[in-house]
């Protein structure tokens, strides 16, 4: 069973970045799709941005030209770089283990780390 550890989440100004790591215990994390959602008050899980075992990305348009996914399976890690946030970014975000691309739901969560963003 793997597990999700996330970090970085915060209280910054609008206009200001944060950059988000999610790390997997388990030797098999770089067979899988990984990816980030969100969740703001009293709304839905959405999906923010991907990244597949073979590196390649996905990115919500509502986030896309200002946040990044990425990984290093030398860590078993994953980030979201998060640019020119704006107070619509602000929830709890979320990494996941995404089992089939395209599929933007996750069989294994981490337990979330809160992003704020004054305006």
């Known amino acids: 069973q793997v597990q999700l550890v996330e970090s970085g989440g915060g209280l910054v100004q609008a206009g200001g970045s944060l950059r988000l790591a999610c790390v997997a215990s388990?030797?098999?994390?770089?067979?899988?799709?990984m990816a980030w959602f969100r969740q703001a008050p009293g709304k839905e899980r959405d999906f923010v941005a991907a990244?597949?075992?073979?590196?390649?990305?996905l990115t919500a348009d509502s986030v896309k030209d200002r946040f990044t996914i990425s990984r290093d399976s030398a860590k078993n890690a994953v980030y979201l770089q998060m640019d020119s946030l704006k107070s619509e970014d602000t929830a709890v975000y979320y990494c996941?283990?995404?089992?089939?691309?395209?599929?933007?739901?996750?069989?294994?969560w981490g337990q979330g780390t809160q992003v704020t963003v004054s305006s």
């Open positions: 996941g283990r995404v089992v089939f691309w395209g599929r933007w739901t996750a069989d294994a």
């Open positions: 388990g030797r098999t994390f770089n067979s899988f799709h």
């Open positions: 990244i597949g075992w073979d590196g390649r990305t």
